[in-house]
Nanobody, 119 residues
Framework: QVRLVESGGGLVQAGGSLRLSCAVS????????MGWYRQAPGKERELVAT?????TTNYADAVKDRFTISRDRSTVYLQMTGLKPEDTAVYYC???????????????WGKGTLVTVSS
């Protein structure tokens, strides 16, 4: 069983910074891509940033130059700077893992952490 534990959300004023973390634990062979998604009230979940096993990153246009995704062996981070009220959302961690059998990959989602940016 795989477990994803997110932390770092909270309330911050516009222009402020937050750092999200998502720690992966449990039984799996390896971690492939890791990423962050967000869902604002009344909107669909959208991609924020992803990072592959070799460190290649991808960002949504809305967060480029403000957010930075990084990872170590089993944790993915999202450093958020220059936060805006429109960044307010529940942020979800997503991790694509290779199963212990090495036969297939599986997507796993965290429960989400709320980020609120006040104006």
């Amino acid at each position: 069983q795989v477990r994803l534990v997110e932390s770092g959300g909270g309330l911050v004023q516009a222009g402020g910074s937050l750092r999200l973390s998502c720690a992966v634990s449990g039984s799996f062979f390896s971690i492939n891509a890791m990423g962050w998604y967000r869902q604002a009230p009344g909107k669909e979940r959208e991609l924020v940033a992803t990072i592959t096993g070799d460190g290649t990153t991808n960002y949504a246009d809305a967060v480029k130059d403000r957010f930075t995704i990084s990872r170590d062996r089993s944790t993915v981070y999202l450093q958020m700077t220059g936060l805006k009220p429109e960044d307010t959302a529940v942020y979800y961690c997503n991790v694509n893992l290779r199963d212990v059998s090495r036969l297939y990959d599986m997507d796993n989602w965290g429960k989400g952490t709320l980020v609120t940016v006040s104006s």
